[in-house]
Every structure is written in C-alpha cells, then in structure tokens.
C-alpha cells in the first residue's frame, strides 16, 4: 500500500505547476551556485599556478645570471648578490581541493601563499596574500553548500507543509482511510514520495551542474568525496523531512505548519548558528589586533637595540658556522630575523591557539543545529576547513626548517651558490591530508545528522496516532 500511495502522489507531484516552478527556480539556483563555485575554485588554482611559475622564473633569472658570471659572459661586479644563499627565494602554496567549488567554507579568509627565503620568519610567512572583495567576504560565497543549507530546507517546507493537513482540509482523508490502509503508511508515502523528488532536484541538479562544469569525476579524491557529499545532503534532507513529519503530525492546519516549519529554520540555522557564534567569542576572544601589533614592533625594537649582544652570543653558540671570527651582512640580517622571530612567535602561537580553541568549541557544539553541522563536514570534504589550512601552515613551517638546515651553513660560511646548485634546492610540494582524517569528520557530521532524525522521525510517528482526523472548527 505504501507504493501505490507513493506513486500516486509522484504523479500528482509531476502535475503540480507549482512544483515545476519550485524546481526550476531551484535549478537555477544550483546551477548559478555551481559556476559561482568553480569559478572560485579555477580562479584560486590560476593564482596558486602563477605563483609558482613566478617563483621559479625568478631562480631560473637568477640562475641564469650566476651561470654566465660562471663563464664570463657578465662580469661578477655588475650582479655582485646574485651568487649569495639570501637571494634566493622559494615559493609555497595551498592548492584548492578537487571538490573546492562544493564549498569555499574559509578558503577565501585563509591566506595560502608564501615566499621562503633566508630572512623569513614563521610569523610573518603569510603576510601578503590575494584578498577577495571585502563585500564578499562579509556576505559569504554563494556556492552549492549555501544554497543547501539555506534555500533547500524552504523547498522541502513547500513540498511538506501540508502533507496531511490538505487532505483533511478538503475532507477526502477520510476516505482515504476507509480502505484498507493506516494514516501512518499514508504519511510515509505521501513523504517518500516529496523525499525522492527534493532529493531528484538538488543531487541530479548538482551533479550535472558540476559535469557541465569540467570537474572530473575520475580524479583522486572526487569519487570518495562526492560519496560522502552525497550521504551528507540525505541526512540534511532526511532531518529536515522529520522536522517537517513533526509539524504536520501535531495536527495543526496547512498555514500553522508552514509558519512553525519557517520558524523552526529560522532557530536552527539562523538564531542558533549567530548564538553559537557570539558564545564562542565570548568563551575565547582573541587578543587585541592593535595591542598584538604594539608588542610585534616593541618586540623588533628591542632586538634592533641588543642585535651586537646578539651577533656575539650567537657567534659562540655556533662558533662552527663562523671559524674566521667574522659575520658577513647576511649572517647579521639572518640572526636579528631570527631573534625577532624567537620573541614574536609566541604571540603568534597564543593568538592562534585561540582560534583553535574557538574551533575545538565550535566543534563541541556545532550538533545543536544541523546548518553548522553541515557546513563544517561540507568544508571538510571540499578541503577548505581550518584543519586543512593548518595541515598547510605546519609544511610551511618545517619547509622553513629545511630552507635554514640548507642555507644556514652556506651564508655563514660564505659559500656561494653554483648554477648548478639550483638542480638540488629544497622545493615545497604540499601534501594533502591522510583520507581517514577527512573521512572522520565528515562520518561525525553525518552521525550528527543522522541522530537526531532517527529520534524526531520516532516522536512523529507515535504523534500520528493521536493525529485529528477532521478539522476543528
């Protein structure tokens, strides 16, 4: 019986005006989302492709300069730095994910550039980056994850709002139940039937979208994320159809249930997320932007005025580096860079473990609205969440180990680079995260979705029973 109610229903979904209206607006609202998204996604990947071919222009130039110094095409006075270990400057980036135009999440706050060279310090690696229009950031990407958690839930209300109420208004319940069916088999029909087609639109819609959009589907790391994408939009769905089961169990009229069904969206992902938010920053506010400022240049004054205590001190320490008793120009920038970095970083690691105690909240909390939850597992799964940003950050910092292990010994020792010390110089490649991490959170978003669903789908049902079969008058 649930079939026969489930077709019928479908076929009375197809002839429905409204619906198709519903899903054309819906269609292009995915499909302008989409593009919105791949255009982010293409545009970030041109940048971080230029940056790299930009740096490696540079050492080629560089390079190329020292060879003919080499075979005295160029006399050495008129390139008299090129030679030195300080000259030489290696680039770094983050590379959007393969599944970045689902969800630009924090993609475009985050800076993913960066230029290591001998002066570099772990603080201020990612001071100059590409920003995005300020209007933009403020009102968010429109990409595919934003029309789901937002928009999507108002189409499932218009398919559900009076998924029992309409037949009971117009008297015909009734009779429907006079033939050998129960109400609760009329309600999981009538809503698998709406499920099956919000789930039609919005997955068929995006998957073409992002076919006609050039992703591969083939690639590494597509597959496996559109799986969990996919199981991730059924749970908000699935959730959102219980929310809505609830409403229309309690017997209330078609206008009652759309209004409770709005403000119920408005608590979840609109008040619930902004509280949320302001809890966070309560329980951890980061430090003053201004005072951070003030004690990074106190910081370099102070070492600007002890730099010859300094030099002797490091001098002793590595007596190995500097035989002749003498600091070149480059060792002297490199040990003040050094100093400054070794009293700033802390201030730099306080201002971040702040973040990631906001974070950590967030992720504690994030299971009292579903809108959170899925944002967080989308970002997750699209590679623009702050774990992969600090996964980036972390092979920064120790390519910066690298660079110093390598060039280190050479600047003070004053060993100049060859043409054909360019063929072994570090170079930075980022290396995604292990699956099983993104997998993790992208399996506790789907936990959290699927959790409560289970329980309000459980309350609907044993609502049912005492549903009114005949309008109050």
Known sequence: MIKRIFRHDLRLLKADKTLIVFAAVFAVLIGYAVASGLIWANERDELVRQWYADGEQYLAMNRQVIADIEQGKTPAEESPFADWVFAVKLPAALPPAPLTALSVGRADLDPFTATVDLYSKKNELFKNYETDNPTTLLAGRFDPTFVIIYLYPLLIFALTYNLLAREREDGTLLLTLAQPVRLRHVAIGKAAARLFAALTFV?????????????????????????????????????????????????????????????????????????????????????????????????????????????????????????????????????????????????????????????????????????????????????????????????????????RAYAVPRSFRQINLRSSDYDSLPRFGFQEEPDARVTSRALAGLLGLLLPTIVIGGIALRRLRRYPLVESR
């Open 203 to 403: 997955i068929g819609f995006t998957l073409i979208s992002l076919l006609v959009g050039g992703v591969d589907f083939a690639a590494p790391g597509v597959g496996l994320g559109l799986v969990w994408w996919l199981l991730l939009v059924i749970a908000y769905t699935l959730f959102w159809f219980a929310i809505a089961s609830w409403v229309n169990a309690r017997g209330s009229s078609s206008a009652t249930n759309a209004t409770v069904l709005v403000g119920v969206w408005l608590l979840f992902v609109v008040v619930v997320p902004s509280l949320l938010s302001i809890a966070v920053t309560s329980f951890y506010p980061v430090p003053s932007r201004l005072e951070f400022i003030r004690q990074m240049r106190s910081n370099d004054n102070e070492v600007g005025r002890s730099s010859k205590n300094l030099l002797e001190q490091y001098h002793r320490d590595h007596s190995e580096l500097v035989p002749d008793e003498t600091v070149n120009i480059q060792s002297r920038f490199y040990v003040l860079a050094e100093a400054q970095e070794g009293r700033t970083l802390p201030l730099v690691r306080a201002y971040d473990g702040q973040l990631t105690r906001q974070q950590n909240l967030v992720d504690r909390l994030r299971f009292l609205s579903p809108a959170v939850v899925m944002q967080e597992a989308t970002n997750a799964i699209a590679g623009t969440d702050r774990a992969r940003y600090h996964h980036f950050q972390k092979q920064v910092e120790a390519f910066v180990d690298e660079w």
